[in-house]
């Protein structure tokens, strides 16, 4: 019914490098939110970016993009020129008004110096 | 943007006692909280849905009595680990979602709460 995929377990880069982060997605409702959740080691929840099912655009907010693309239902991340301190833990979340919020299992992202 | 304020973010606890995690909706009513637990290197697994009023309903293999629900309010949901052991420790974490009709039925996340038993 509804279902977040992270295919990418853990990925590990040198600093500088860009990396991207996927995240597909399933569900049945036409209106739902997606979102990108960092972990770092010390293990709280970072907000950061929130979209629904309507628009789009795509977004940059700094290092970091987001490339929404319903046709492929999937919703990634780019981080460009990674530094160290973007090693953590992502999570892809979905939320639709049918279904309970999914997240997927995460992707550790290790940035080597 | 509505926001979802958990309570502590981070507790320590003995062996046998008992915590309470506080999930707050600050700006909108939440008819339903949903509470997830993550596992070591593993992703964030749903225990329990409240909904305001009524008791929890549970996933398959979380206890009902070591985990206790109660979403009094619209505003307000708790989880209480009773009898706290070490295999407890972990990152605990709401969602709240608003009111259907009244808002746009997504749902918003907490910031989580790491508990330790020590």
């Known amino acids: 019914a509804q279902k977040v995929t992270q295919a990418q377990t853990e990925i590990s880069v040198v600093e500088k490098e860009d990396v991207t982060l996927d995240c597909v997605y399933e569900?049945?409702?036409?209106?739902?939110?997606l979102f990108w959740y960092k972990q770092p080691p010390s293990g709280e929840l970072v907000f950061l970016i929130r979209r629904n099912s309507f628009d789009e655009q795509n977004e940059i907010s700094g290092r970091y993009s987001w490339n929404f693309q319903k046709s492929t239902s999937s919703f990634n991340f780019t981080i460009t020129a990674s530094q160290v301190v973007d090693s953590a833990v992502y999570f892809c979340a979905l939320s639709g008004g049918s279904y309970i919020p999914t997240f997927g299992r995460g992707t550790s992202l290790i940035v080597h110096p | 943007g509505a926001v979802v304020s958990q309570h502590p973010s981070r507790v320590i606890c003995k062996s046998g006692t008992s915590v309470k995690i506080e999930c707050r909706s600050l700006?909108?009513?939440?008819?339903?909280m949903f509470w997830y637990r993550q596992f070591p290197k593993k992703s964030l697994m749903l225990m329990a849905t409240s909904n305001e009023g009524s008791k929890a309903t549970y996933e398959q293999g979380v206890e009902k009595d070591k985990f206790l629900i109660n979403h009094a309010s619209l505003t307000l949901s708790t989880l209480t680990v009773t009898s706290a052991h070490p295999e407890d420790s972990s990152f605990y974490i709401c969602?709240?979602?608003?009111?259907?009709?009244?808002?746009?039925?997504?749902?918003?996340f907490g910031q989580g709460t790491r508990l330790t038993v020590v």
């Open positions: 569900t049945r409702d036409t209106t739902y939110y």
């Open positions: 700006d909108f009513q939440a008819t339903t």
């Open positions: 969602s709240a979602r608003d009111k259907p009709g009244q808002g746009s039925g997504e749902a918003f």
